[in-house]
């Protein structure tokens, strides 16, 4: 198609920006990266005042390509086009909307696929392991780089919403509104058991050459497929697979060997592929660590209100009935501790049937929601 | 004196908001549009939270930059710390619940004080349906018995038993007309002439 052809209410052609930070950042795990960069794409125009800047965390496997086409070849748009866009929820003619590929990601942001300047060879299992509080910091760089001196908003599904969380506790002088959408406080142990086996399925991997696969000229794709499959399956509900598969198979027979049968072998195999056509393995492990690892509560006492006790934002939270991987109750042990610590929230639970992958989906109840509680951060931030 | 709550609020509602102190925190359960919440917050300084289950109510507070919870009221209100609040409000829902009781004490063990309205089941026009056999259907009760979330309706009289038994502290009580007055029928006979009852409560001393 041509730029003619993209609908009406999308972003249009957008064009990825890389944005160096030169000032060092000390990292969680004790290590310092002099300098680093960072892929953003920015839709919409920041007002005179500056006041209406709103980032866009992104979940494990998204990027800085969130809304619009890259070229008129697409076939697809960015990750969140159906939220993100003249009109549309997050609304671009009154938001300066701010995507980023988070540091150690595989996107063109520094992370383990690029090049380090001490050795002239990519990172690969040199890149540092991160934290949630590294990305804030790093995005609050970005922040500075771009001359916001304060978020409308910060907004985030899954892990971009523990991102949201963690910029309220550590920056909250620059947060007006944070958006947590389909997170959890920190993970439980059968989400960790999730994220161990995905790893070990990377790492087991003989092609993974301890995270130098590159230099070998090879790609662990067999354990990454797998954990993205695993992904896939607490992505979805119990429901939405009965519905999208059942025991559907390819032919009318049992063929009785291991090739693909029925429907949802299939369909993972497909997402798995694709996803290794996308992503880096280091990146991966490095983004499940993270989650891991993130437990805001941790240096106030293990007491998740004592934490917030210090955001300045107001709150909307929003969990989706299906979703078990971060279940509805996730989302309210966020909401009770933002009431204990007195802060301004809002929680909606958005019947769906998905699971997970629901807060990337344009039901109408969110996005009202969404448009409702925006609607009123743009009056405040005066556009 | 604080100036009365104006007539552009639901009547039941201005008379709650006249028990309700300027700065305090509120919990309004099954708080439909938010318009208490919202005009308390306006004229009162109030500050605090409803919950709803309703999804339109529910959008429709956050319009309104309303703090909402999407939250069932039968779920109880575990989320919620002993007296977190100066008052927590629940009206013309108590009726609606599994068991109206256990919601009270939850209520007071939430808030320093509960605030509760209900219709009276002793109402004359209701005495007069069921005197002729017939299930009430009255302007504070339209629904017709096979559809009603009414599920455990009482009588002022009632009421005040079960408090006096769980030794819940009547701090005050106002006893309204379907027009939201206090006539002297309702001053000679309340449980017969007394459409909608509000209640103020406390918990009995040392039984947080």
């Given at each position: ?5 993209f609908?009406a209410?999308?972003v249009g052609?957008v064009t990825p920006?890389r ?9 969680d795990?004790?290590r ?6 960072l892929?953003?794409?920015?839709y ?5 005042a500056?006041?209406n800047a ?26 969140w086009?159906?939220?993100i ?8 003619r ?6 980023l ?8 942001s520094?992370g ?5 300047p001490d050795?002239?060879?990519p990172?690969?299992p040199d890149f540092?392991?991160l934290t949630?509080?590294?990305?804030v910091?790093?995005?609050a760089l970005?922040?500075?780089?771009l ?10 599904g899954?892990?971009?919403?523990m991102?949201?969380?963690?910029w ?5 002088q ?20 999730f994220?161990e086996?995905?790893?070990?399925a ?14 070998h ?7 990454l497929?797998?954990?993205r ?6 992505y979805?509900?119990d429901?939405?697979m009965?519905?999208?598969?059942g025991r559907?198979q390819?032919?009318?027979?049992f ?5 693909v049968?029925f429907?949802v072998e299939?369909y993972?195999?497909y ?7 996308r ?6 492990l490095?983004?499940t ?8 509560a941790?240096?106030y006492?293990d007491n998740?209100a004592?934490?917030?006790a ?8 929003i969990?989706?009935?299906?979703d078990w991987?971060?279940s ?5 042990e966020?909401?009770?501790a933002?009431v204990?610590?007195?802060r301004d929230?809002?929680y ?7 699971g ?7 039901i ?20 | 004196m604080k ?7 639901r009547?039941?509602l ?20 938010g318009?208490?919440l919202?005009?308390?917050?306006e004229?009162?300084g109030?500050?605090?939270y409803?919950?709803e ?8 507070c956050?319009r309104?930059?309303?703090n ?6 039968d ?9 977190s609040f100066?008052?927590?409000?629940m009206?013309?829902a ?12 939850e209520?007071l063990?939430v808030g320093?004080i509960?605030i509760?309205t209900?219709?009276n089941f002793?109402?004359?026009?209701v005495?007069?349906?069921?005197a002729l056999?017939r ?9 017709p018995w096979?559809?009603?979330p009414?599920?455990h309706?009482?009588t ?10 769980r ?6 009580r ?5 027009s939201h007055?206090?006539g ?8 017969l002439?007394?459409?909608q009852a ?11």
């Amino acid at each position: 198609m041509s730029t003619a052809d993209f609908p009406a209410d999308s972003v249009g052609l957008v064009t990825p920006r890389r944005i160096p930070i030169s000032q060092p950042l000390t990292l969680d795990c004790g290590r310092t990266l002099p300098r680093h960069e960072l892929m953003v794409e920015t839709y919409g125009e920041l007002n005179a005042a500056r006041s209406n800047a709103v980032l866009i965390c992104h979940a494990l496997s998204g990027d800085h390509h969130a809304a619009g086409y890259h070229g008129t070849e697409d076939r697809k748009p960015g990750w969140w086009d159906n939220c993100i866009g003249p009109g549309k929820p997050i609304d671009t003619r009154r938001f300066y909307v701010v995507a980023l590929n988070n540091l150690g990601g595989c996107r063109g942001s520094t992370g383990p696929n690029t090049i380090n300047p001490d050795t002239g060879k990519p990172y690969g299992p040199d890149f540092p392991l991160l934290t949630v509080r590294d990305w804030v910091r790093s995005q609050a760089l970005l922040a500075d780089a771009l001359g916001i001196e304060r978020w409308a908003a910060v907004i985030g599904g899954s892990l971009g919403g523990m991102q949201v969380m963690q910029w309220t506790i550590d920056q909250p002088q620059r947060v007006a509104h944070a958006l947590v959408i389909a997170a959890a406080p920190k993970l439980s142990a059968q989400n960790i058991a999730f994220n161990e086996i995905a790893r070990q399925a990377i790492l087991s991997d003989p092609n993974f050459h301890g995270g130098r696969f590159y230099d070998h000229g090879v790609v662990p794709t067999h354990g990454l497929k797998l954990a993205r499959m695993l992904g896939h399956i607490t992505y979805l509900s119990d429901e939405a697979m009965r519905a999208k598969f059942g025991r559907m198979q390819r032919g009318s027979q049992f063929n009785f060997n291991f090739d693909v049968e029925f429907e949802v072998e299939s369909y993972l195999r497909y997402q798995g592929q694709s996803f290794v056509e996308r992503f880096d393995a280091n990146t991966y492990l490095l983004m499940t660590k993270a989650l891991d690892y993130f437990d805001p509560a941790r240096e106030y006492g293990d007491n998740l209100a004592a934490a917030f006790a210090r955001a300045q934002a107001r709150f909307l939270v929003i969990a989706f009935s299906s979703d078990w991987r971060f279940s509805p109750a996730r989302s309210r042990e966020i909401v009770k501790a933002l009431v204990e610590a007195r802060r301004d929230v809002s929680y909606a639970l958005i019947e769906s049937q998905l699971g997970h992958d629901d807060f990337l989906m344009p039901i109408p109840q969110y996005h009202r929601v969404l448009r409702d509680y925006l609607d009123r951060v743009a009056r405040e931030a005066g556009t | 004196m604080k100036p009365s709550a104006p007539p552009s609020l639901r009547p039941d509602l201005a008379a709650i908001a006249d028990w309700i102190r300027p700065g305090a925190r509120i919990l309004d359960l099954g708080c439909g549009n938010g318009e208490l919440l919202a005009w308390l917050a306006e004229h009162r300084g109030v500050s605090g939270y409803g919950l709803e289950i309703d999804p339109e109510h529910v959008a429709h507070c956050i319009r309104a930059g309303i703090n909402v919870i999407q939250a069932d009221l039968d779920d109880g209100l575990r989320d919620f710390g002993d007296a977190s609040f100066d008052y927590v409000v629940m009206t013309q829902a108590l009726q609606a619940l599994q068991r109206p009781d256990d919601a009270i004490t939850e209520i007071l063990r939430v808030g320093r004080i509960g605030i509760v309205t209900f219709p009276n089941f002793g109402h004359w026009r209701v005495r007069a349906a069921l005197a002729l056999g017939r299930m009430p259907v009255t302007p504070t009760l339209p629904e017709p018995w096979y559809d009603t979330p009414n599920i455990h309706l009482c009588t002022v009289d009632d009421f005040e038993d079960l408090c006096a038994q769980r030794q819940w502290i009547i701090r005050s009580r106002r006893l309204l007309d379907r027009s939201h007055r206090e006539g002297l029928r309702i001053r000679i006979a309340p449980n017969l002439f007394c459409e909608q009852a509000l209640y103020m409560l406390q918990a009995p001393e040392g039984h947080r």
